[in-house]
């Protein structure tokens, strides 16, 4: 299946992955700092397609923070092969467990100094405690792609066939596009539950 990943993105986006010798390397806390992003792919085919309708080289993200002298990783979680759901902080050490149990490709990506100074973790906490167990967030998942009404989505797409597309879906798994598109859209427009094409519409 990886293979076969890795030749869709090349043929739908340009981008090789290239191998890379599988290293299970444990970086010591000292490296890490507030805010750093924890960048992260599988090659199951899901982060893949994240991957081509955002643009982007992760189908996954997270950061660090230092709580109470203790590093920890950040992240929004709702995966079969994860211990835990919803949004959630995880030891360090116990994280990378996890990550390497899931068959994660992790990339640590610190902040520029800049960055960093402009970081107020006390601000970013107060927000995290906030929100921490709350649902995963697939009301928001699709607006990394489509968030214009055709600028922005991924090469041989159109608002015309995602349109119908979600129309089709929802006939077959019609949960699905309520958590994905019907509550997103309801939220932005102040509506009730309605199909995906009278969405369009309004908007």
Not at 96 to 120: C, F, I, M, Q
Not at 148 to 175: C, H, M, R, Y
Request: proline residues 4%; hydrophobic residues 40%.
């Amino acid at each position: 299946m990886e293979r076969a990943n890795v030749e869709w993105m090349k043929q739908a986006t340009g981008y090789e992955w290239r191998p890379r010798k599988d290293i299970n390397l444990l970086l010591d806390e000292k490296y890490f700092k507030d805010g750093d992003f924890i960048a992260i792919t599988r090659m199951d085919g899901l982060d893949q397609i994240i991957e081509y309708a955002t643009g982007g080289h992760a189908g996954h993200c997270a950061l660090t923070m230092w709580i109470d002298g203790q590093l920890f990783v950040l992240e929004s979680q709702h995966a079969w092969y994860w211990p835990k759901i919803n949004i959630q902080r995880t030891p360090y050490r116990e994280w990378l467990k996890n990550a390497w149990n899931a068959g994660y490709h992790v990339v640590h990506v610190p902040l520029t100094e800049d960055a960093r100074s402009r970081l107020n973790t006390d601000a970013a906490m107060q927000w995290f405690e906030k929100v921490e167990g709350m649902p995963y967030g697939f009301h928001n998942f699709l607006f990394g792609a489509l968030d214009t009404k055709k600028d922005n989505l991924p090469p041989l797409l159109d608002e015309n066939l995602v349109a119908v597309g979600f129309g089709v879906v929802e006939k077959i798994i019609p949960s699905a596009i309520d958590s994905l598109w019907n509550e997103a859209m309801n939220k932005r427009l102040g509506t009730k539950v309605i199909l995906p094409k009278i969405f369009f519409q309004k908007a």
